[in-house]
Nanobody, 120 residues
Framework: QLVESGGGLVQPGGSLRLSCATS????????IGWFRQAPGKEREGVSC???????YYLNAVKGRFTISRDNAKNTVFLQMNSLKPEDTAVYYC????????????????WGKGTLVTVSS
């Protein structure tokens, strides 16, 4: 089970940190990451963390977002800086036990999402 938190309303240029608490050991998930779905758009992979340290970022968030794992706390974080209105979406945490591309169709386990709204 994955449970997201940390969403909310933030002004453009602001920051938020999303958290994903896992009921299983987060270290057991080879691939775990963040996905988002904006109104009227398809869900997309924002960032994924792989066992061993490799990470993936959507081009649109490179240099602004940072994913990290705290396996001792079974939690995955997404630090989001320099937020833009186009980052507005429901953000989901998702995971799979295997090494998989950071794509929604590749994930097996999903949280219910947390809403991020970037607006002045």
């Amino acid at each position: 089970q994955l449970v997201e938190s940390g969403g909310g309303l933030v002004q453009p240029g602001g920051s938020l940190r999303l958290s994903c608490a896992t009921s299983a050991s987060s270290a057991d998930y080879y691939t775990i990451g963040w996905f988002r779905q904006a109104p009227g758009k398809e869900r997309e992979g924002v960032s994924c963390s792989y066992s061993g340290g490799r990470t993936y970022y959507l081009n649109a968030v490179k240099g602004r977002f940072t994913i990290s794992r705290d396996n001792a706390k079974n939690t995955v974080f997404l630090q989001m800086n320099s937020l833009k209105p186009e980052d507005t979406a429901v953000y989901y945490c998702a995971a799979v036990y295997l090494q998989q591309p950071c794509r929604p169709s590749s994930m097996n386990y999903w949280g219910k999402g947390t809403l991020v709204t970037v607006s002045s």
